[in-house]
T-cell receptor, first 115, second 112 residues
Framework: AQSVAQPEDQVNVAEGNPLTVKCTYS??????LFWYVQYPNRGLQFLLK??????LVKGSYGFEAEFNKSQTSFHLKKPSALVSDSALYFC?????????????FGQGTELSVKP | NAGVTQTPKFQVLKTGQSMTLQCAQD?????MYWYRQDPGMGLRLIYY???????DKGEVPNGYNVSRLNKREFSLRLESAAPSQTSVYFC???????????FGSGTRLTVV
């Protein structure tokens, strides 16, 4: 079955330290991969996507993600965390490009950045 | 501002009542989606519409119906609400290209 896993329910980081939010996927073919962020009481906002090409993708707010095909992973990273980065992060994969572009979401990782 | 608009933002229903959640987008997107968000379960697809005039079931369609009224609007109906349908509901839209979704701000529904 097609699936996305975010193995950590919560990630705690000190402000200024690098952060990583992990994501692995299980889909056939060459999927499209996405990261979204959700602030409290808000909808999800697009951060970045991987379609093809360079394995390191840069997105909004200084975030980047590294696609690793052999490990089927798409980890979200930021070199220096900010308190304002605290939010819920979702990894998503689209294996259904020709069927309406449906996304499968991971269960989410709560990122907490402390001063 | 361009985007996806959902109404209402909050709703409390009694078990057995019905209601319709409204969603409209002004980005001329072809595809629209309804997801529910529950703690620890991420977002689960209820129904989607790949284009005007078509709708298909997602992962958790039971207890829901949808209508793609036109290209802009995609509504979600609960015919007989149950406590298990207490959730936050998100509407999203996208174009056929894999540019990702644009989400609405959500509807927080409580069924008592």
């Amino acid at each position: 079955a097609q699936s996305v896993a975010q193995p950590e329910d919560q990630v705690n980081v000190a402000e200024g330290n690098p952060l990583t939010v992990k994501c692995t996927y299980s889909v056939s073919g060459n999927p499209y991969l996405f990261w979204y962020v959700q602030y409290p009481n808000r909808g999800l906002q697009f951060l970045l996507k991987y379609i093809t090409g360079d394995n390191l993708v840069k997105g909004s707010y200084g975030f980047e993600a590294e696609f690793n095909k052999s490990q089927t992973s798409f980890h979200l990273k930021k070199p220096s965390a900010l308190v304002s980065d605290s939010a819920l992060y979702f990894c998503a994969v689209s294996p259904y490009y020709n069927q309406g572009g449906k996304l499968i979401f991971g269960q989410g990782t709560e990122l907490s950045v402390k001063p | 501002n361009a985007g996806v608009t959902q109404t209402p933002k909050f709703q409390v229903l009694k078990t057995g009542q019905s209601m319709t959640l409204q969603c409209a987008q002004d980005m001329n997107h072809n595809s629209m989606y309804w997801y529910r968000q529950d703690p620890g379960m991420g977002l689960r697809l209820i129904y989607y519409s790949a284009s005007e005039g078509t709708t298909d079931k997602g992962e958790v369609p039971n207890g829901y119906n949808v209508s793609r009224l036109n290209k802009r609007e995609f509504s979600l109906r609960l015919e007989s609400a149950a406590p298990s349908q207490t959730s936050v509901y998100f509407c999203a839209s996208s174009d056929l290209e894999p540019y990702g979704y644009t989400f609405g701000s959500g509807t927080r529904l409580t069924v008592v």
